[in-house]
């Protein structure tokens, strides 16, 4: 079974930090997506990858940014977190070549207060 | 996530009654549509897929109609049961680049 991971499962912290969140996954897969998902408007894509050291913008890449150094590791960088960041942060994989199914992390809930 | 199925149409079914959730997808170059499904706390899971050269498409209890002439989606649950109880999410791709548009969900609610 594919696994993906996610650092945490909820993360509190201040107006102004840097955050990071990791995620992992296991199959060797060449994508890897950055989304958020707030009430009511479904998922939001951030960023993507589809290759180590390759990212490309989604949706709502404003205050964000990632880093791909290994295949199986995705981070998301809030540079300087602000309250409108809340919000449940979901990492997922997939293979490369024509599009499939996305395997999703259990997501990260970060609170900035 | 937790907070997931605040504000969202909400479908009630009974116990072992069929289930029918819908999806209007916005994009007519769309070619493949997946279903997943969002329990409580956890991330969102594949039940699903269809690809726009198929009307129809079964698998197990579970079945999509893909309408392409008014871009509508279904999923169909058979016999549900309660575990079935969760949000579910159409995604549409188009052009078979690796980026999915997600709708907003559909929470099912499964009563005993």
């Known amino acids: 079974d594919v696994k993906v991971t996610q650092s945490s499962r909820y993360l509190v912290k201040r107006t102004g930090e840097k955050v990071f969140l990791e995620c992992v996954q296991d199959m060797d897969h060449e994508n890897m997506f950055w989304y958020r998902q707030d009430p009511g408007l479904g998922l939001r894509l951030i960023y993507f990858?589809?290759?180590?050291?390759?990212?490309e913008k989604g949706d709502i890449p404003e205050g964000y940014s990632v880093s791909r150094e290994k295949k199986e590791r995705f981070s998301l960088i809030l540079e300087s977190a602000s309250t409108n960041q809340t919000s449940m942060y979901l990492c997922?994989?997939?293979?490369?070549?024509?599009?499939?199914?996305?395997?999703f992390g259990p997501g990260t809930r970060l609170t900035v207060t | 996530g937790e907070s997931v199925g605040l504000h969202l149409p909400t479908l009630s079914v009974q116990e072992g009654d069929n289930s029918i959730i819908n999806c209007a997808y916005s994009?007519?170059?769309?070619?493949?549509f997946i279903w997943y499904k969002q329990e409580s706390g956890k991330g969102p899971q594949f039940i699903i897929d269809i690809r726009s050269n198929m009307d129809k498409r079964q698998g197990q209890r579970v079945t999509v109609l893909l309408n392409k002439t008014v871009k509508h989606l279904s999923l169909q649950i058979a016999a549900t049961q309660p575990g079935d109880s969760a949000v579910y999410f159409c995604a549409e791709n188009p052009y078979n680049f690796n980026k999915f548009y997600f709708g907003s969900g559909t929470k099912l609610n499964v009563k005993p």
């Open positions: 997922a994989s997939s293979l490369g070549g024509l599009a499939g199914q996305q395997y």
């Open positions: 990858s589809y290759d180590v050291k390759m990212k």
């Open positions: 994009n007519s170059a769309s070619d493949y």
